[in-house]
Every structure is written in structure tokens, then in C-alpha cells.
């Protein structure tokens, strides 16, 4: 059993990089990836405890992608070098767009008369990088919502009345730097793209490959059992790797269990395998060319 999406601290997950390696360790996963949104902070960390426990650990990142479409492109990327210079100036560039659109939220907000300050969001965010999820944190807290989710479906989510926008970067420039910085990017649940299995779906993805695409997050709670067996079919068709995870963010998605999800997912080692493998070739094209 492996898990190849995963949140920490560092961005808006519950437990620390040492915390859920301890817990992929116990609950015995043979490789765990963290890949927290825009940033790689917990990687070195995460990775001198990989070691000592003897888990297999995949260095990785998240990024969100702008997307006209009615919904997300979120773009992960696998074994990135997070000391390569374009990756680090983009996750800057990233970080920076956060922290002007954070405020901006609180403002909307405040103006409606719903009193939480950027202190409190910040404290939810413990040090780490401050997101949506330490607002509904605060939300509650303060007690205008109920739940993590209540919160996003009443103020905060994409189409919510207090809803603020921030800078992305292209699908392509999210794929180009985690290709430069050594890594494979890869769709992340392809079914928030909100584009019904089709023609359109799959135009999509091939455009995607042209910039770089190289694999799809086929395993993830939300798809259905035909929307999996789609998405695998077409992988297999159109030589991506596949790769699933648990999108695991601790407390901050509660129903979500480290390693199964809602309780039933079970990820095939190979496939941490095969991206190693894919990640190894790359590599080696890489010394070669160079
Ligand atoms: P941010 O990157 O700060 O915009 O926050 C994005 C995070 O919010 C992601 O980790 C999502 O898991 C979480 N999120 C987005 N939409 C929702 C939603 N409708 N309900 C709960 N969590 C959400
Ligand atoms: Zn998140
Ligand atoms: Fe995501
Ligand atoms: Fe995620």
C-alpha cells in the first residue's frame, strides 16, 4: 500500500513532516509522498525520517494551475529537486501571490460583519503556510461555521460570496518547472476539472501531454468506480504513468485516512515503482543530453 498525495504542516495539513511519516510508517506503507501546495519545506525533514523508518519517500509539490474551466487543474509533481533555482524563484512567486490575496479575504469578510483577523488564521496555520483551510479553521473557531466543509460552502470556496482569486501560473509553466527541477508532473484528481469523460476530457489531457504531462492521479476518493476504470483506460492508451493518493490533510479533512482514504482505497505498490522507475530514465536523458 503506498500514498502518493499527502499534506503537512507545512501547508495546510494537520500533522508535521515527521508526524505523517511516523504514521505511514505504522500503518505500513511502503512509499509515502508529501506534495503540500507551494512549498517544499517539509521535504528535508521528511526525508531524514523516511531514512531512519525505512519508508520509501517521494520528494513532491502541488501546485494549482490556472484553469478557465468550472473548476481546478491542480498539477503535482514528483521527484522535484527542491534546491533547483527556477523551482524555488516560482514557489516564491506563488508564496507571494498567497500572502496578497489573504488579506483581501479577511477584508470581504470584515466588511460583512464577520469578525475573524489574519492573527487568528495565521495561528491556525502554526508557522506553515497560511491557506483557505486555516480560515474555515478560524470560521469555526469564531463560530460562524460548523465544519471545515460548511465553511468553504458558505464564504470560501470557488463561487462563495467571500471567495478571492489568486495569481496561478499556466498548466504549461506548472509542468516546465517541475520538469527543469527533475520532476514528473502529473493531473491531480482529473475529475475536479469538472469535464465529464469525453472527447473534450480527452483533448484536454493530450494537450497537457504536449507540455510535459506524464501521469494521472487515476486513484482518488471522489472518482467513481467508472470514472476510475475511464481514466485508467485512457492512461494505459495514451502511455501516462498512473499514480493515486489520499489527498491526507489530517484534521482538516477528517473523513480522510492516511493511506485509505474514506477507508477502502488500496494503492498497488507498483505504481511507486513504475514513477521511480519513469523518474530514473528521465534522469539519465537528462545526463546524457547534458
Ligand atoms: P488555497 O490553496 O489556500 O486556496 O486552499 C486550497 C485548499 O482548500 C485545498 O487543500 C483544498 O483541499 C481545500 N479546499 C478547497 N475547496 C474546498 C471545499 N469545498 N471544501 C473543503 N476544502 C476545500
Ligand atoms: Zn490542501
Ligand atoms: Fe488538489
Ligand atoms: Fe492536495
Known amino acids: 500500500m503506498i500514498d502518493l498525495h499527502t499534506h503537512t504542516t507545512a501547508s495546510d495539513g494537520t500533522l508535521t513532516p515527521e508526524e505523517l511519516i511516523r504514521c505511514a510508517h505504522e500503518i505500513g506503507l511502503s512509499a509515502v509522498a508529501i506534495t503540500d501546495h507551494d512549498t517544499t519545506d517539509a521535504i528535508a525533514i521528511a526525508n531524514d525520517e523516511a531514512e531512519k523508518l525505512g519508508v520509501f519517500f517521494i520528494p513532491g509539490i502541488e501546485i494549482s494551475a490556472e484553469y478557465s474551466g468550472n473548476g481546478t487543474m491542480h498539477i503535482l509533481g514528483y521527484f522535484i529537486d527542491e534546491t533547483n533555482d527556477q523551482m524555488i524563484e516560482t514557489l516564491d512567486f506563488l508564496k ?58 458558505k464564504y470560501i470556496k470557488k463561487g462563495a460570496p467571500y471567495y478571492v482569486n489568486k495569481e496561478r501560473l499556466s498548466p504549461k509553466k506548472s509542468m516546465e518547472v517541475i520538469l527543469s527541477s527533475g520532476g514528473i508532473p502529473v493531473l491531480a484528481h482529473p475529475k475536479t476539472l469538472g469535464i465529464p469523460f469525453g472527447d473534450d476530457f480527452k483533448k484536454l489531457i493530450t ?37 493515486g493518493g489520499t ?35 528521465k534522469v539519465g536523458v537528462v545526463k546524457m543530453g547534458g
Open 96 to 153: 507571494e501571490s498567497r500572502r496578497l490575496r489573504n488579506p483581501k479575504i479577511i477584508k470581504l469578510l470584515n466588511d460583512a460583519g464577520i469578525s475573524i483577523t489574519m492573527e487568528e488564521v495565521v495561528e491556525e496555520a502554526g508557522g506553515g503556510q497560511v491557506g483557505r483551510p486555516h480560515f474555515a479553521k478560524a470560521l469555526i473557531k469564531s463560530g460562524f461555521a460548523s465544519s471545515v466543509n460548511d465553511a468553504f460552502d
Open 207 to 243: 494537450t497537457l501531454m504536449d507540455y510535459g504531462l506524464m501521469g494521472m492521479e487515476c486513484y482518488y476518493y471522489s472518482h467513481s468506480r467508472e470514472e476510475f476504470e475511464n481514466y485508467i483506460a485512457l492512461s494505459q492508451k495514451l502511455g501516462l504513468l498512473v499514480t
Open 247 to 281: 489527498d491526507f490533510h489530517g484534521d482538516n479533512k477528517p473523513k480522510i485516512k492516511l493511506g485509505v482514504a474514506k477507508g477502502n482505497m488500496n494503492i498497488p505498490d507498483d505504481l511507486a515503482v513504475k514513477l521511480a522507475t519513469a523518474h530514473k530514465d
